[in-house]
């Protein structure tokens, strides 16, 4: 999933590929998948016009927490994370790229019960860090 065409670029938005369990009982589909690869194609278009001097990767780049390569990618996106379950491999690259310094933006996620989830999946990946709340002086 992480090759990319042409010479490296300075910025890839790299939505998170992951294991999970659908989007629902009227969808289909994991859940990584949502929106997906329109809205990364419209967000990308913004980059391209607001950041004219940013060498952005122009299309949608998927990646998967399992690629050896995911450290060239040091910006992840993830969504739809309260059905996320994470396999064994996929917490083990979770864990690698966020302690080598890597940077996950979390989206979209509806209530107690998956939030519940998604702390689960955090504690497997980073176990002995809980999230926090940040203040907004931070």
Known sequence: MTQVEGMP???????VAYTGYGRGFY????????????ADQIFLSFIDRLLSNLDAYEREHPV????????????LYALEVGRMALTQPEIEGL????MAGGFLVIDDFWGSREWANFEYQMQLVLPGYPIVDLPLEH
Request: charged share 30%; aromatic share 22%; net charge positive.
């Open 64 to 75: 998967q927490l399992i690629d050896p390569e995911i450290r060239r990618f040091p910006y």
């Open 9 to 15: 670029r300075e910025f890839y938005f790299s939505r």
């Open 27 to 38: 969808s289909r589909g994991s859940s990584w998948s949502t929106d997906y690869p329109k």
């Open 95 to 98: 864990h690698d790229y966020l």
